[in-house]
């Protein structure tokens, strides 16, 4: 973002112009009507992604228990709609909606009963678990350190829950919060030097320029700099973990301007426009200052991660997005957003990394911002996501600006603001939460 802060005497923002992400990319007109106008056509419709989350909260609401769950069809650009029972009648409102409609035997009452028996008899260090509509079952996933008695106990439970409920995956890595640092955020702690990502500029609720980030920074340090030693520029001034990861930190000069955009290298960043709901099956975007820009798919949503804690219980985060998108070390509170600018999450842990890849979760930029009061953009407080966001489906692989590839353009891999390398001191505290 034009992470770093801009106090008024340097108000002048850096050269480089604001630019959409995959510009190349044609924006489909939000369809609001049949295609051929009918109020009985039942085709589905081609949606974007963002007004997709708009569609699935609106039949959530009038199918009630019906409703099974929602995922975004990036290739056929339709919003797919998960309807358990037989009642002809819920299908046909389903497709008249526009949605593409498929009847399946899990309800989400019954998902989330079973999600609920993975916490009561399955919290186990190293462990995660999230609904999959795609396959109408809870996946749970253990990282490389559940073995012995703690695998077999996992793997009982989840047998316990029936095949069709719930699924068993490994993965090769270790669940983790990636703090170490966007653009890079600095803290002194006695174990060392913290570094972590600022995620999105905001304005907390007394109007002070603030920015959000990850909740297991907040609590590792109060005072934060954007430069490995400078002196202290923000302080915090709400911080949650575990239960959620969210930090509201408010920069110490109250003339600091603090733009709402996501820096991507190259002198180029993305507008942020206001926040937005994740969806299944959206292609969205990270920023960190460890591995850069890097972008993948939304693959569950209320996500649940036990992180092993310091003391050697278990720090467990609910209501998370799971996504595909790689992340490592020092990228913990950097932004995940859309296409074009909308905010959707941000970095909180995972496993794997930029090389092999793996699984990363995200704290809810909506959650975060109803919990502390903050706005983003033009006022928005986190409920006007589907509006704001943009076409998260269109993009592709695409990356910020017109000829460039990889995954890393801005070359952010090296450009940790002088840092040395990985952060020297553990990046989470106890678990404490901070309020005014």
């Given at each position: 973002m034009s992470h770093k802060r801009i106090p008024k005497r340097k108000a002048a923002i850096a050269a480089g112009g604001v630019v959409a992400l995959g510009a190349a990319a044609v924006l489909l007109p939000n369809a609001n009507a049949s295609q051929d106008g009918a109020a009985d056509d039942a085709t589905p419709r081609t949606l974007r992604a963002a007004d997709a989350s708009g569609l699935s909260a609106q039949l959530a609401t009038a199918l009630?228990?019906?409703f099974a769950g929602s995922y975004y069809d990036s290739a056929e650009r339709r919003l797919v709609?998960?309807?358990?029972?037989?009642?002809?009648g819920m299908v046909l409102r389903a497709k008249k909606a526009g949605a593409s409609v498929r009847q399946v035997g899990n309800s989400t009452a019954?998902?989330?009963?079973?999600?609920r028996t993975l916490k009561?008899?399955?919290?186990?260090?190293?462990?995660?678990?999230?609904?999959?509509?795609?396959?109408?079952?809870?996946?749970?996933?253990?990282?490389?350190t559940v073995t012995g008695a703690r695998w077999n106990r996992l793997q009982s439970t989840v047998r316990g829950l029936g095949s069709g409920m719930a699924t068993l995956k490994k993965s090769a890595g270790t669940f983790k919060t990636f703090a170490s640092g966007g653009d890079a955020i600095f803290a002194r702690t006695q174990g060392g030097t913290v570094r972590c990502s600022l995620g999105f500029n905001v304005t907390a609720g007394d109007g002070s320029p603030a920015f959000l980030t990850a909740g297991h920074c907040g609590v590792a340090a109060e005072q934060w700099s954007d430069s490995q030693n400078g002196a202290p520029v923000a302080t915090v001034d709400q911080a949650t973990f575990p239960g959620s990861d969210l930090a509201l930190v408010t920069y110490d000069d109250p003339g600091t301007q603090a733009p709402s955009a996501v820096d991507v290298g190259n002198g180029q960043s993305v507008e942020?426009?206001?926040?937005?709901?994740?969806?299944?099956g959206a292609t969205v975007f990270r920023m960190g200052s460890t591995t850069g820009l890097h972008n993948g798919t939304v693959t569950g949503l209320d996500a649940t991660v036990n992180f092993q804690s310091e003391t050697g219980g278990v720090d467990t985060v609910t209501g998370l997005i799971q996504t595909n998108v790689c992340a490592e070390?020092?990228?913990s509170g950097g932004p995940l957003f859309t296409q074009d600018g909308g905010a959707v999450g941000l970095t909180?842990?995972?496993?794997?990394d930029c090389t092999r890849?793996?699984?990363?979760?995200?704290q809810p930029v909506t959650t975060a911002l109803q919990a502390t009061g903050a706005t983003l953009g033009a006022g928005d407080g986190g409920g006007a996501a589907g509006d704001a966001a943009g076409d998260a489906g269109d993009a592709g692989d695409q990356q910020p600006g017109a000829g460039q590839s990889g995954t890393d353009p801005s070359g952010a891999g090296d450009r940790q603001s002088g840092a040395g390398g990985h952060n020297s001191g553990p990046a989470y505290g106890s678990g404490r939460t901070r309020t005014p």
């Open positions: 009630g228990d019906s709609v998960n309807v358990v029972g037989g009642d002809a019954a998902l989330n009963s079973a999600a009561a008899e399955a919290s186990i260090p190293g462990t995660s678990w999230a609904v999959d509509p795609r396959t109408n079952k809870v996946v749970v996933t253990a990282d490389s942020i426009t206001g926040a937005a709901e994740a969806t299944v070390p020092g990228d909180s842990g995972g496993s794997g890849g793996g699984e990363t979760f995200f």
